[in-house]
C-alpha cells in the first residue's frame, strides 16, 4: 500500500521520480532498492509549496520584517523621582521598561534616555534645560510638579515653570508629552483643584499630547508602590508605560515615522 501521505495531485510525480530512479539504477549497475530518503524530498517539496500553512507562515514572518522600524528616534524621559525609578532595579523604572517595550513593538533604534532626578522640582528642572537638551531629543515625556505640591508651592509658579520648560524643549526640536499629576487632599481641596487644574490647561494652550494622570491605575493601590506609599512598584511601571504612556506615545511615533517616510 502507498503511503497515505502522498496525495492524488502528487501521485504522478511520484511515478515519474521513481521511474528516473529506476532507470538510473538500472544503468549504473546497481541493484538496491531506492532508499525512502530518496522519496522524501519529492512529498515534502511539493507540500512546502501547495500547503496554506507554510505560505501563511511565510507571509507572517515578512510582514513581521516590514514592522521593524529603523528609524533611531530618541525619546527624553524627564522628570523627578517617579521618572528616575526611586526604589526600584535600573530595569524596573518606566523608561527602561518603555524602551524593551518600543523595541519589541518593532521600534529597534529607539532610545529612551532617563532624565529624572529625585527631589526635584519644577524650578529646579527649568534650571538644567540645557544641559538635557543635549542629548536632542525627538520625543520628550514630561512629569513634574508632584515635589511642589509635596511643599505646597506657590501654584502659578509651578505652573510657569512647566510653560517655560515646554517652549524650550519645542524650540530645541523636541515633541513634548506632558504627564498630568494630581495630589493628596492634605493640602485643602482648593490647592489640590488648582494643582490638577495646570496640567490640561497648559496641555489645551500650547497644543501638546497629554497623558491625563500618569500615576492612573497605580497610585493609591498599595500592592503596585513601595512602602512609602508613593513611589511605584517595577510593577506598577509596567502598568503605566502598557496603560498610561504608550496610547498617547504611540500616535506620536507613528507620525513622526510618516512623516520621515513621505
Not at 528609524?71 to 523621582?81: E, F, V, Y
Not at 532595579?89 to 518603555?98: H, I, M, S, T, V
Not at 512602602?227 to 506598577?236: F, L, Q, R, S, V
Amino acid at each position: 500500500m502507498k503511503n497515505k501521505k502522498t496525495s492524488l495531485l502528487t501521485r504522478p510525480l511520484y511515478l515519474i521520480t521513481i521511474a528516473m530512479i529506476s532507470s538510473g539504477l538500472l544503468l549504473s549497475g546497481c541493484q538496491d532498492k531506492p532508499e525512502t530518503e530518496t522519496k522524501e524530498p519529492q512529498t515534502t517539496e511539493t507540500a512546502a509549496v501547495d500547503s496554506p500553512l507554510d505560505v501563511e507562515d511565510a507571509t507572517n514572518i515578512n510582514t513581521t520584517e516590514q514592522q521593524l522600524i529603523s528609524q533611531p528616534i530618541t525619546i527624553l524621559a524627564l522628570g523627578d523621582s517617579l521618572t528616575e525609578g526611586l526604589g526600584v532595579e535600573r530595569d524596573g523604572n518606566y523608561p527602561a521598561q518603555l524602551q524593551t517595550k518600543l523595541k519589541d513593538m518593532g521600534y529597534v533604534n529607539v532610545d529612551v534616555v532617563n532624565s529624572g532626578l529625585s527631589g526635584e522640582t519644577s524650578t529646579g528642572l527649568v534650571n538644567r534645560l540645557d544641559w538635557v537638551t543635549q542629548t536632542e531629543p525627538d520625543i520628550t515625556i514630561l512629569t513634574i510638579g508632584a515635589n511642589d505640591a509635596m511643599r505646597g508651592l506657590d501654584v502659578a509658579t509651578v505652573e510657569e515653570n512647566i510653560r517655560t520648560a515646554i517652549t524650550h524643549l519645542q524650540d530645541n526640536g523636541s515633541e513634548v508629552i506632558l504627564g498630568g499629576m494630581q495630589i493628596y487632599d492634605n493640602l485643602g481641596s482648593e490647592y489640590v483643584q488648582s494643582f490638577s487644574a495646570i496640567y490640561p490647561r497648559i496641555a489645551e494652550d500650547m497644543d501638546v499630547p497629554m497623558i491625563p494622570f500618569f500615576l492612573e491605575g497605580v497610585g493609591g493601590v498599595s500592592e503596585l508602590n513601595q512602602a512609602d506609599a508613593i513611589h511605584p512598584t517595577k510593577e506598577g511601571y509596567t502598568i503605566i508605560v502598557n496603560n498610561n504612556i504608550l496610547p498617547v506615545l504611540k500616535p506620536e511615533l507613528e507620525s513622526m515615522v510618516a512623516s520621515e517616510t513621505d
